[in-house]
């Protein structure tokens, strides 16, 4: 049973760092992907890693989030660095074989695990 798990969340100063960390179990060479949904508002995308090695970013998250792989661990990460209160969200991790034209989009994803909160203080 394929089993996604996010962990790292937590509550961070404007200005802050954080690494999310997703373990994904039972699933070999996924397209790997970070959402967040803040209060409110749709699921948006944040950024991929495809099996192909490619990596995609939200335009507002590019140049302050980096999402990595580690291979033996099957696990992603997303590093977040610069954090604003408009980061503040539930921040989830999917996985699963992606159609190109869907990486950005949550449609595209099979696989999710349950969310991790993070919350940027002003």
């Known amino acids: 049973q394929v089993q996604v798990r996010e962990s790292g969340g937590r509550l961070v100063e404007t200005g802050g760092s954080l690494r999310l960390s997703c373990e994904i179990s039972?699933?070999?060479?996924?397209?790997m992907a970070w959402f967040r949904q803040a209060p409110g508002k749709e699921r948006e995308f944040v950024a991929a890693?495809?099996?192909?090695?490619?990596?995609y970013y939200e335009d507002s998250v590019k140049g302050r989030f980096t999402i990595s792989r580690d291979s033996a661990k099957n696990t992603i990460y997303l590093q977040m660095d610069s954090l604003k209160p408009e980061d503040t969200a539930a921040y989830y991790c999917?996985?699963?074989?992606?159609?190109?034209?869907?990486?950005?989009?949550?449609?595209?994803?099979?696989?999710w695990g349950q969310g991790t909160q993070v919350t940027v203080s002003s």
């Open positions: 999917a996985a699963g074989t992606v159609i190109l034209s869907r990486t950005r989009n949550p449609s595209g994803y099979y696989y």
């Open positions: 890693r495809r099996r192909d090695g490619h990596l």
């Open positions: 039972q699933l070999s060479r996924p397209d």
